[in-house]
């Protein structure tokens, strides 16, 4: 049955001629009685002409309401589906009248005997022949980069000419151009390959030989960067090879003295911290360095700010009895103290053990305080002769150096709490400096005339006293030392001194001559810090600026 029902219009048509073929044939006319009278031809040709004509306005009539009815199934079905035909499973379906319409889908026997055959939209099917009709044919671009048409003459700009690849070249592509702009950036900048999500870390054991794996050939012929990577040389000794770049707090310099600096573990995250009472961290790339945010500690102009090893954390501490804990992962402030039992007016200096368990405070009358970095609570304490000076952690947090006024350097256990050995610095009335190599092999000493000792830690446990090397380089007492990540560095400071900084060449313990050269000044250095892989150095000084370097000979941050 049809949703459409008909039309009440068409039957009120069809009674009124049936009406009309009627009142005709009973009209009283003189036609009529002339036809009554003898005449019937006429009267007979009359009635079929009108027959006739009823018949043909009935036809047209039928015609119509059919093509009218074909016309609504056709928009039923596309509306609401088949529903004259619904479909039977099992059957095959039947071919369908072109002219009910384009039918929706068609059945493809070409692939089978007709068994289980699966509808093949024509959707699919025009576009197939449409993909057949553009083979061959060549498509054009939808536009064209400009670039790729520029020409580039590198040898009329002076910072341009180091992209040449030969004495004369002159002229080259605007896509050669870019591409030997983006490997001197990769070449100059390789430690912002950390933002590469897609680049693949080197596999653990891997060595030299397994070059030509798969995937490996195809990176090395993407750049043209030095296939012959200097982390993993030595170091030269005398001349160190560095550049100037932009100062790491450049978006945001502080009012007062630099006090502490320090990278991060990924490298790339910074903190700077002074009496300006600020933190500030900022992200450094070498360019920009933007500044990622600034927490203002409005009760404690900050003496030392240090990460976390694990990176989770920030320890601020300044001359005052209680310090601060900064949350990276919830950006929450905590304040810690007085610590209970203790009368300490100044927790302004303090070491992080490796491990990330504990920091080590320098207290009263010798006393060192051993604090839990996750409870902030007190765990034990350590007594040496005079007063604490300088702390450094050994053998991955189980140890700790301490150095002071009798001029001793004594090394903790801090697993049983006990002083294991006790020894003199040589040519030292009082140490005030101590750092330790990142495997614990070598440590040096500062003291408050300047002169610095290297010392080989196992030899000095069995009873040498005589350092390595006795470096005397600064007249004045020695601030700040560290050790670089894989100990081919040292780098010794002084506050006292307009540029009071050396690097020293571990492995023959010479100073670095060009360090830190006539056009660059070094103010009054207070702290300095290598990132994780040594590619940068950074150094605060009291004019609240932090200065950042490349060391070339480190391609990693």
Known sequence: MSLISQNPIQKRRLETIEADDDSDEGLGSPVAAGAEDGNETKSEKRKKEKKRKKAKALEALEEKENKEREEMKLLESSLFGALYAPPQFGTEVEAVDPDKGVP????????????????????????????????????????????????????????????????????ISGKEYEARLRGQHAKLNRFAGWADLDRKAPLPGSSDN???????????????????VKDNAKLLPDMLGFSRLVDAN???????????????????????AGLDKHLRFFQIDGKRNPKIQSIFIEDCPVHKAAFLPDGSEVILSGRRKFFYSFDLVNAAVSKIGPLTGREEKSLEHFEISP????????????????????????????????????????????????????GHVYHWDLRTRKCIH???????LAGISLCTSPD?????????????????????????????KTIENLTTEIGEMKFNHDAQVLA?????????????????????????????SLHYPRCLDFSPGSG????????????????HHYQNA
Do not use: C
């Not at 440590?443 to 005589?466: E, P, W």
């Not at 001194?497 to 010479?510: A, F």
């Open 250 to 272: 450049s978006q945001e310099p502080s009012s007062g003295p630099i006090n502490s600096v320090q990278f991060h573990r990924n490298g790339q995250l910074m903190l700077v």
């Open 355 to 406: 491990d990330s368990k504990t920091i080590a405070f320098i207290g009263n009358e010798g006393y060192i305080l051993l604090i839990s970095s996750k409870t902030k609570q007190l765990i034990g304490t350590l007594k040496m002769n005079g007063n604490v000076r300088s702390l450094a952690f050994a053998d991955g947090g189980n140890q700790l150096l301490s150095s002071g006024g009798d």
């Open 104 to 171: 929706s889908f068609f059945m493809d026997r070409s692939g089978g005997d007709g068994e289980d055959d699966l509808p093949v939209y024509d959707e699919g099917l025009s576009s197939e022949d449409e993909g057949d009709d553009m083979v061959g044919r060549e498509r054009k671009p939808a536009w064209v980069d400009e670039e790729e048409v520029t020409e580039v003459d590198i040898s009329k700009v002076a910072r341009l000419r180091k992209l040449r690849k030969e004495g004369d070249e002159r002229v």
């Open 492 to 520: 010794i400071s002084s506050r006292k001194e307009r540029n009071g900084m050396r690097l020293v060449h571990v492995p023959s313990l010479t100073v670095f001559q060009n360090w830190p050269g006539p056009r660059f």
């Open 210 to 228: 397994e070059s030509d794996e798969e995937g490996r050939v195809d990176d090395i012929l993407r750049n043209n960067d030095e296939l012959v």
């Open 440 to 468: 614990s092999s070598l440590f040096a000493t500062g003291s408050t005339s300047g002169i610095v000792n290297v010392y080989k830690r196992d030899d000095f446990l069995g009873g040498k006293r005589k350092p390595l």
């Open 536 to 551: 940068f150095l950074s150094v605060g000084h009291a004019g609240g600026k932090v200065l950042l370097y490349k060391l």
């Open 422 to 428: 006790k020894g003199t610095d040589e040519g030292s």
